[in-house]
């Protein structure tokens, strides 16, 4: 098992641990998890340059990290506020993808969605259903 699967595979595990654990203990475990999940997350040019395997950790932390946010706000607001570090990367990695999602989105709607001949149908009818109404 290469290290991007066996650190995603773990990840997804804590988590597993994290939504089954008490209150407290959640909490606790956030405080741990948060910053080290976000230590996975790569800016801009970095990103750009970075090997598959460091892209996949970091689409899979901000994945991770988009989806525990709203599940605990109160307790991800005050870490993101006790560290402008930690704040910073995160709205960093998220304008990014977001800027990402809108250049694939009009690159895809510069494509067109057909050509403009029809193709050559690969089945050939027996029967005219032209005047079928």
Not at 57 to 85: D, I, Y
Not at 100 to 112: E, I, L, N, T, V
Request: proline share 7%; net charge positive.
């Amino acid at each position: 098992m290469s290290h991007t699967k066996a650190a995603i595979a773990a990840f997804a595990a804590l988590d597993e641990l994290v939504n089954a654990a008490p209150d407290s203990a959640r909490i606790k475990m956030l405080w741990l998890l948060v910053p080290i999940v976000i230590s996975y997350l790569r800016e801009g040019a970095e990103l750009q340059r970075a090997p598959p395997h460091v892209r996949a950790l970091h689409e899979f932390a901000l994945h991770w990290l988009t989806k525990v946010g709203p599940k605990h706000p109160q307790e991800f607001k005050t870490m993101m506020q006790q560290s402008s570090e930690l704040r910073n990367k995160l709205e960093n990695a998220l304008k990014a993808n977001q800027a990402s999602a809108r250049s694939g989105r009009s690159a895809q709607s510069q494509r067109p969605l057909f050509d403009a001949k029809p193709a050559k149908p690969t089945i050939q009818l027996k029967t005219d259903f032209s005047d079928f109404r």
